[in-house]
């Protein structure tokens, strides 16, 4: 149930409408109500006096009537500039990253603000009447909210114009990024439902590969996430062993093998769909499990800062300080094997890994490939590579990292030819290779 309702609330947190729908269906109550409460109010006693608004019903529905068209006017103008913000970041940026702006809290709270004002004038205009009743306290809360509409508007501007700034683009990501890492790779394996390593090597069958049959895809997509815990049920239930081929950020083809099942025979159509519906597909990569996405977002828009049409080098160190703090912190953490077990201590699922190697050539491969004749970037690139590896707790963790300090020396071996440039890279080079190694 915590599965599906983490998908379903991202899902919602990524769509444009629901805060907006939420605002509006407050106005709505709100234009309800409160002529109810003014009815009353008036029946009870005169309390107008006491009340901002005290006009007329003409006056009252001159000032409604301003105030909706007003705000359907800012709406248009806060969309229309919203649509351009994300064109300039789509150009400037990438694609890519479209679905941090739509996530984006306030742009939807900004637009809900002025919409569900409309419709709350718009209601409470009905209840106006030439003759009679007059709703002093709707038009009072009416002018209320029209003057923090008008606070909402002046902190829109201001905050577009940040969001189109590539350092807070660049930050944000760099906290969902640590926020991930932290979430999948806490740092106290006593909290990690995964395991390092099998229990013991006869946990897995030794003909697992032969006497196991294959799961096929009905769908192609993104793999978005994988639940597991219903994989282990369905494992138990047919006592049987699943093995992932795929992990959440893959694309997958219709009719891909995805998954292996041992024994073959417990295999029947009914199992394969219920696996498959326990596979969440999609049209893009999501957050919730994908924790690679947020690496591959920070290094298009390194590669891009690289690229010769736009060649700014201080937007690709701005990513490369992101991974500084982010993989040390991952350093620090348990990445797990990822092997599933029931409480009778039997293997049930076994997942496609996250490797610490893999998630550091995600990050520095396509950036170190673009950054060879760049000195400031490859001497941040070694600096980077520097922090982490101070927070190594393993062997293997450092023979990663001094692998990719051996690329980039080499590769600005061959591009570089300015003496004192090539010694501040032969400086920070020798940094890294006499750190002392984990204990």
Not at 76 to 93: D, E, K, N, P, R
Not at 103 to 117: A, E, I, M, P, Y
């Amino acid at each position: 149930m915590t599965f599906k309702f983490n998908m379903w609330w991202d899902r919602l947190r990524t769509s444009f409408w629901f805060i907006p729908s939420m605002m509006i269906a407050v106005a709505v109550i709100s234009a309800l109500i409160l002529p109810t409460v003014d009815k009353e109010l008036v029946a009870s006693s005169d309390m107008t006096e006491s009340i901002i608004y005290i006009g007329g019903a003409s006056s009252a529905r001159s000032l409604l009537s301003t105030v909706a068209g007003a705000m359907i006017s800012i709406a248009g103008l806060t969309f229309s500039i919203t649509v351009v913000a994300l064109t300039l970041a789509s150009s400037q940026l990438g694609p890519r990253l479209l679905n941090n702006f739509m996530r984006d809290r306030s742009n939807q709270v900004v637009l809900g603000t002025f919409v569900s004002l409309f419709i709350y004038c718009v209601l409470v205009l009905r209840t106006v009447r030439d003759a009679g009743f007059v709703p002093h306290l709707s038009v009072t809360v009416a002018i209320v909210l029209t003057l923090i509409s008008i606070g909402v508007l002046i902190y829109f501007f201001h905050h577009i114009a940040l969001m189109l700034q590539a350092q807070t683009v660049i930050t944000n990501i760099g906290q969902e990024l640590e926020a991930s890492v932290k979430r999948l790779f806490p740092k106290s394996s006593i909290q990690n439902r995964y395991e390092y390593r099998l229990r013991d090597d006869a946990d897995l069958p030794v003909n697992f590969d032969d006497q196991s049959d294959t799961v096929l895809a009905h769908r192609s997509g993104y793999l978005q996430a994988i639940n597991y815990d219903a994989l282990v049920n369905i494992a138990i239930e047919h006592d049987a062993i699943f093995k992932c081929l795929y992990r959440a950020g893959d694309f997958i083809a219709s009719g891909t093998v995805i998954m292996r099942v041992y024994p073959a025979n417990v295999l029947t159509d009914d199992l394969e769909k219920a696996i498959n519906q326990h596979l969440i597909l999609g049209v893009s990569r999501a957050r919730l499990q994908d924790m690679e996405f947020a690496i591959a977002q920070l290094v298009e828009i390194a590669v891009r800062a690289l690229s010769p049409g736009v060649n700014d080098p201080f937007t690709a160190i701005a990513c490369l300080d992101q991974f500084s703090n982010t993989l040390s912190t991952l350093a620090e953490s348990t990445i797990t094997n990822g092997y599933y077990y029931d409480s009778s201590a039997k293997i049930r699922v076994i997942s496609d890994r996250l490797s610490f190697e893999g998630i550091i050539n995600g990050s520095f491969n396509q950036i170190r490939q673009h950054a060879q004749t760049d000195v400031a970037v490859t001497i941040r690139m070694l600096e980077v590579i520097a922090v982490i590896l101070a927070k190594t707790h393993t062997a293997s963790q450092r023979d990663v990292l001094i692998k990719h300090a051996e690329m980039i020396k080499r590769g600005s071996d061959k591009v570089i030819t300015e003496p004192n440039d090539r010694a501040d890279i032969q400086a920070r080079y020798d940094v890294i290779m006499k750190s002392d190694p984990p204990k």
